[in-house]
């Protein structure tokens, strides 16, 4: 997947992306909150490689890190979700030229509380119906017959996250509106707090958040387009067999700056390594063909 | 006489050209220093103006001001700040519960009640305070003061607006606390001697003199106190949740406009979205919020001056 | 004559007495009450991070094994950023402290400083991110320096300050002034010499407090650009920089457990920084703060 | 020298003593009392009894610790944080420092007129009845009598009444001294302890609160503070001269003024000016 | 009456300014003077003038605008916001009103002491050569010689010279007045303007300071308010009496103590106190 790759690349950057950045040893990342963890895993194994390097990583979020590559202050932009048709216009206007790169997956987890017995799988059109404001549902037994009477708590992350956008996609469509008493939190620990805390609790949240709460949490199995409920792990979110949940995390690199040395050994690195070191951060990654396949975009794009 | 001073100082004279000239650019470096406020707000004003504008063709300022609905993401986005002001008061009004009595308490305990001792080490403890990370304070209201509530109260929700209320209280104690307290100690101590001579107990001359006559101080240390609330951000958005809701029930979650800023700055909305153009809509509202707080507050706190 | 009558005096005293010893103890429990609140998070701070705490950790860069994630390159942002905040705001705040109690005429115009100044402490600090953003890293060609955000900062803290002096200035009695002027001093003289070390207690405390705000402040700083990771030190005010609460924002934002508790190790770091701070402007405040 | 001086003093206090006691009932009694200020050491073994119903002056060159002495009666002298004493104070036969003893009663008992006027920055009638309205006397009818018959028994009532509302920090100095005065006077205390309260009044003032302090020592115990020799003579029925924080005599006035006992006392009341 | 006192005034200035002219070069010519606060006018029409190398008595009432008057002097009463005035004040032969007119010089040629002790919460040492230091001079050596200097003139040395490094507000009262009129003294000024200097002093110190007005009015001019009638006459060669804010005669002291014209006068100065 790529951009706006038929603009000419020597398209000159504008006046405000600061000199330094285009010459010296420094790379300059920003962007989604989601993303850093992986890219600061990457510089930090970098960094002992190439110990002149100068890496930068900031987390301005995905929206605020676009904003930051059209006005040219960034190499490149890590993004939790695809960039969006005014940010894409609005880098056009800037006359930059940049292509979207597949860093790693995370599996968006839907969990309830550890004392939930009764759930064992659900599906797609049950989480519509539970957490649609239309759905009526306010019990466990309004989702599906034979379960506790009792009211659900509803969990979710703020409705500006990559993650809610993504949630809500998948499961409420385009018209969908989440419901209106769900408890929403900018913070995914807040919201394993909320989970962790209340017996009719349900909530969703990146995959790194349940895999280091596994004690307290449990992951509800989905039922996925062949039919079957699958539990979200490392392999089940990297073959795509956890869908519709598996979601891809992008970094946006531009490529004017693949020009400078040490952004293109940067990115060549993190492509090469991204696998490995999404999973220690939590995450899962990619299939070793997509790295591969995307390296060589990578030199075809620097000319290389 | 061994010195003659006369003549000293009219040898000094020589410097007079030098000071006048200091004494004529020394106010006009002031003024400078002064003008910079007034450059930051016309930079505020300009930076939220022209977005807020764009905001307006979109959606129309009315239903923005009368609307009781904020749900401003997806298709049936509804802008209606009437939720994001209610929830903005209801943090400021249980934060200002709790730091004003404390506060002042606690500044007429140290300026009028305790020994010099416990002043001198009390105070830049509770200054302390102020300097802890705000999302430290965040969870403390999450993980502490939360679970404390609900032993009181039984059905308290984990995200609600007493807890994060309380703990941004919390935070401005010092700030109310410290500067009263300056404004208290600067009240000469001839006047103390008038009252406690008088027969006055400790308190009375605590109240009925030493308020009265530091009053200024203290309610700048309010409306600082105050501002600062109304201004605060992460404690409310790890405590209160982020559900914009129309209501008065401390027991809710609810979210401040400062919360809704953050919210979004920091989050995933492109920019050119009519969610980007609403936190300077919003960010406006907040700031003609602010500003008809203070012309309140000036108004009253003229009518209440002591001069000494 | 006898208008005052004994009885009443006598027997109003009991209750005086009484409401005296009440209040004096509910202001007490109120001092008291703050420093609990203090003792109870210092103490959950400490348990959590103090095992974290060690050469290591002052000494590495950021990481993602918690065991190895050390708080370097936040020391010194937060040490460069509080080295431009810190004299820029206080120069700027006591400027116009002075400005607005010893030479502003009352007109329009002094209104509408006094009113902005109070309007901008309410302004939110992300507020305050966007303007840095616009003007020192945009319009002004700082870039994402430490001297923006160190502006940013300052006028982000400006008010606390322009009112904290403001009000120290204003308890000063008239008979100082007078004794001053009368020996010819000059006005600026009078200020420099009588007026500020008087009026220095409250405008270090002023000083304390915004500073401490300012430590503190992660949401303006991440807007103009800050960091969040960065594995080499600032060079200079122009440099690219992390700070204390972005790094302990980072970390209690993480999925796992250790790095929450590392963020306490962060804050134990914080708080040592600001309390050495503070002590400094502690102890001049103490030397300079005498009743009239 | 030091030590002549204790003698001389020992001396005089053992005729003095008898001499009070034979003619009337001691308000105040002072035994063996010193007082500190951090290191440097104010007031020296000062014993010392103060009439019921009597005028007392007080004289003594600058520094001599007069103002320390008055306020250590009123116990005022305990907000100056360095202060450290020792022996006993009592009033009306109860040791004022003993920890149980309540000094609110006391000070309503006694007013205190300061050396430098220190009027509360309120209003001139709020100056005047915030003593009655601390002591709980509510009623707007009664506290005006009260502001107006003291600051008439203060010779101000002429020029503040028709500016009672104005802030007391716009008055003269002699003005301000007069409000506090008037001040005092309106919880009607026992004592009267005035700080040389005429010092900066004219002769009239003067004069008026000189008739004052003469009508009201009928009813009230009085001890004044004044570097006035002739208003000393003239008014007080007991003088102490006061020396390097020593009680170096304490006679009636007339034979303090006529024939006195110390070297130093006829030295200084001798000395040329007044 | 208001009329009357007018005319009584204009009578007695005209002989008044014969005889000064006569005598002695005039260092201030005060014409017309008028001063309100706020709304309250507190100087009508001063018409005076003040001789150089003599000292000038102020006399009268309390709040008749003595020290207001002395206040305009050297323009310290512009520091109260309400202030209004007209009518001109010369000083060696400048209306020190006029625009272009440096106060700084006028303050640094006139010394002032206030009526209530004001001094710095500095150490004592650091209030006496705080004018020195104002005006330029940096040297330990001469700083300390001027400390010295002045706290002696001021009779305050022996009592504080071991103790330069305290805070001034320890000082008793009338140590803190001494230590202001040695502050005064350190700017060695032409003229200086003393607002009831001894009020708060015991006789020996006022001897003192009396003694020092007297040498210093060899080389200065002096300007004292003072109660004190035997004072006024004592030391002063010309006396102003001054009441509700007019002058109701000026003369030369020995005159208007023996002969006063106005029948006012006569009665202020022959009450029975002093
Ligand atoms: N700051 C002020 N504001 C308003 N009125 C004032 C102010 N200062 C003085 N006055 C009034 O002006 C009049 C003259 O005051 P001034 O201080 O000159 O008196 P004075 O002659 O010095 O009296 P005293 O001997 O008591 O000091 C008085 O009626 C006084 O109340
Ligand atoms: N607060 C204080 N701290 C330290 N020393 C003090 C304090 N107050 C007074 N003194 C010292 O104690 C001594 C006695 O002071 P006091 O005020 O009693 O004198 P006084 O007799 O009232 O003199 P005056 O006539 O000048 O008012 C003086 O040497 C003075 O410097
Ligand atoms: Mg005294
Ligand atoms: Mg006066
Ligand atoms: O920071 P996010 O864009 O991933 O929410």
Redesign the interface.
Known sequence: ACGNTEESKGTEEDSQSANAESDGPEVVVDGSSTVFPIMEAVAEEYQKENPDARVNIGTSGSGGGFEKFAAGETHISNASRPIKDEEKASLEEAGIDYTEFEIALDGLSIVVNKENDWVDELTVKELNKMWSSYGDVTTWADVREGWPEEEIQFYSPGADSGTFDYFSEVVLGEEGEIRQDASLSEDDNVLVQGVTGSKNGIGYFGYAYYAENKEQLKAVPIVNDSGEAVAPDQETVQSGEYNPFSRPLFVYVKHSALENEAVYNFTEYALKNAGAISESVGYVGKPDSAYEEALQELDSIAGK | MTVNIKRMIDEKKSNRRFLSILEKSVPAFFLLCASISVLTTIGITLTLLVETVTFFNRISIVEFLTGTEWWPFGENASYGILPLITGTLLITAIAMLVALPTGLASAIYLSEFAPGNVRKVVKPVLEVLAGIPTIVYGFFALTFVTPMLQLFIKDLPIFNALSPGIVVGIMIIPMIASLSEDAMSSVPDSMREGALALGSTRLEVALKVVVPAALSGIVASFLLGVSRAIGETMIVSVAAGSTPTLTTDVTQSIQTMTGYIVQVTLGDASYGSTTYYSIYAVGMTLFVFTLLMNLLAQYISRRFKEEY | ??????Q??Q???K???F??RI??Q???S??V???V??A??LY??FREGLPYLDIDFLTS????FPEEAGIKAAITGSVWLMAVTAPVSV??????A???E???KENMFTR????????????????????GL??F??LM?M??SIIAGGFTMS?LI???I???S???I????????????????????TIR??VL??AL??IL??G??A???A?????PL??I????????LPENIWS?FTV??IQ???W??????EF?LVASTG?II??FI??LM??VA?LIR?KY???? | MMNILKDNKQLSLVSLKEKVQEETKAIYAVEKFNLWYGENQALYGIDMTIPMNKVTAIIGPSGCGKSTFIKALNRMVELVPSVRMNGTVTYDGENIFSPKYKVEELRTNTGMVFQHPNPFPKSIYENVVYGPRTHGIKKKKILEEIAEKSLKEAALWDEVKDRLDENAFGLSGGQQQRLCIARCLAIEPEVILMDEPTSALDPVSTGKIEELVQNLKKRYSIVIITHNMQQAARISDKTAFFLDGQVVEHADTTTLFSHPEDKRTEDYITGRFG
């Open positions: 004559m006898n208008l005052v009558d004994k009443l005096v027997r109003k005293r209750k005086r007495l409401s005296n209040m004096r509910i202001f007490f109120a001092s009450f703050g420093i609140v203090l109870v998070l959950r701070i860069f950021a990481s993602r120069v700027l705040g006591v400027g116009t002075i400005y607005l010893e030479y502003a509408f400083i006094r009113m902005n100044i109070s309007n901008l402490a309410g302004v939110p600090s992300v507020v305050f991110g966007l303007l616009t003007v890293v945009r060609e870039g994402r006028l400006l008010p606390i322009v009112v904290a403001q009000e120290a204003r308890a000063i009695p008239n008979s100082q002034y007078e004794a001053s002027y009368a020996m010819g001093a000059t006005k600026w003289q010499r009588v070390p008087a207690p409250g405390t002023g304390i407090l500073l401490s705000r430590i503190g402040e992660t949401a991440l807007m650009g800050a960091l969040s990771f960065i594995a080499y690219g204390l609460p302990i924002f980072n209690t934002a993480r999925p796992q457990e929450h804050i914080l708080l600001l309390l503070n002590s502690v103490h703060s005498k009743r009239y």
